[in-house]
C-alpha cells in the first residue's frame, strides 16, 4: 500500500490528475477612477479638519461665525498650526475609510514599512541635491528662497511664542498628511491601472503640486521636482515611512533655517 505522500507525487505527475494550483487573489485596490474620487473626499476631509480648528477657536474667543473672523483668526500663526495639525486625522480617518471598504490591510496599502538605512541616506542625499540645485537658481535669478509669505509667517510665529507649535506643524502633521493623500493612497491606486509606475508617480505629484497653489509658478515647479523624487524613492523602497521622513526634514530644514535667519 502507498503512503499518502507517494499518492501525491503520483498524482503531481499524472496527466490526468494535474496538481492543484492556488492562485493567489489579486489585490483589493481602487483603481483610477476610486482613486480619484476617493482622492477627493480624502482632500475635503483635510479641509474640513483644518477650517473645523479655526471655527473651533472662534467659539471659543465668543466671536461672530462670519467670513471676517476666519479670516482674522486664520492668518495668525499659532491658529494655522492647529488647522494644519487637525486636518492629519481627518485625513487618515478618510484614508482608512476608503481602505476599509476595500476589505485591504490599512499597512499594506500604504506601505508603511521602515526602510533601511541605506536608503534613507539615498533619498536623502537626493533631496539635498535637488534643494541645493534649487538655491542655485534662485540666486543666479534673484528670487527668494523661501516665498514671502511663509517668511513672514515663521518670523510672526517666532515673535509671538508659536514657533514650536509651527515646527509640529510643519514638520510633523503637514508631511504625514500630504504623502499619505500623495505618495500613499493616490500612488497605490494609480500605479495598479495602465498609468502604471512612471505615470503614477507623475500624477501623484502634480495633485501634491496643485495641493500648494498657494505658491507661485516657480515654487510650484520647485515642489514638482521634489514630489517627483518623493514618488521614485516611494517605488524604489516600497515604504512610504521613507517620504514622510524625507519630507518632514525638508520642512523642518526650511522652518528652522527660515527662523534662523530670521532673527
Known sequence: MSSPNESLVMDSLNPDHP?????????????FWGTALWGVLIF???????IGAVL???VLRGLPLDMASIQSVGREP??????VMMGLPATLAAVWLAIRIKKASFIDYLALHWPSWRQLVFGAVGLILIVLAWEIVSRSLGREATPG?????????????GALLLLVAFSLAAPMSEEVLARGFLYR?????VLRIPGAILLSSLVWTVVHIQYDIYFL???FSIGVWFGYMRYRSHSLWLTII??????MTAVVLTMWLGS
Open 19 to 31: 496538481p492543484l494550483t492556488v492562485t493567489p487573489a489579486p489585490p483589493r485596490v481602487w483603481k
Open 44 to 50: 475635503v476631509a483635510m479641509f474640513v479638519g483644518q
Open 56 to 58: 473651533l477657536l472662534i
Open 78 to 83: 499659532e491658529a494655522l498650526a492647529l488647522s
Open 149 to 161: 509669505f511663509m517668511t513672514e509667517l515663521l518670523k510672526s510665529g517666532r515673535d509671538k511664542g
Open 189 to 193: 491606486g494609480w500605479s495598479e491601472t
Open 221 to 223: 515647479a520647485e515642489v
Open 246 to 251: 524625507l519630507h518632514a526634514l525638508n520642512n
